[in-house]
């Protein structure tokens, strides 16, 4: 499967991100203060787009084998766990009718060690680390209400400039929608699927998961179908 032309859309938006933080920390140095072994972002819950979670899942297996996937692999599968379960209660939270943005303050308060940090405090795929890690620390707002780092020295209350993750959002799931278009996927909702960085990294992303049929798969169903044309002939 040959997704190079999307990845590369997706690296344009990656490097803005980049590009916009650098800025912003340029202008605003005495208020960002992220630097080496800072790890407040990689306790933080958050999930990532389709595009987002397939490049990074194949990058995270072309960059580790052997004993040392498995190890993060291990560590993924133990953090992912930890994520469903909060996930589980608070949909239970929601279907009991409690206050939904109650339970989005409570999800964000929620602390779960990233399974790519490493003894070190420092990221095992920092060179293809999620959109969300490369703004933690910078102003971002989406849905009209801003977020920042708490570690952050940005005033409440002060005008910063801030990164419009909605933007982002929609240019994700756009990318997302052209792959799914052009893969000939069966599970047209694909491009609307977020899932945690653990749950990235544990899925192979083969043309099973991607509802994508192979070609003798489709040799089968075309033999099949000139069979029966065959048959109601007769």
Known sequence: MEFSTFFEKYKKIVEAADKVFEQIRKEHSNCVKCKIECSDCCHALFDISFVEALYISLKFRETFNGPELDKLLEKANKADRQIYKLKKEAYRDFKEGKDETAIFEKMAEERIRCPMLNESNQCDIYEFRPITCRLYGVPTAI?????????????????????????????????????????????SGLPEMVVPLSMALLTVYDEEFLGIDSDEKKKDASDEEGKKDDESGQ
Do not use: M, W
């Open 143 to 187: 849905g009209g209400k801003g977020h920042t780092c708490g570690l952050s020295g940005f005033t409440k209350g002060e005008s910063y400039p801030t990164v419009n993750l909605d933007a982002i959002h929609q240019a994700l799931f756009n990318i997302s929608s052209e792959i799914v278009k052009h893969i000939g996927s069966k599970y």
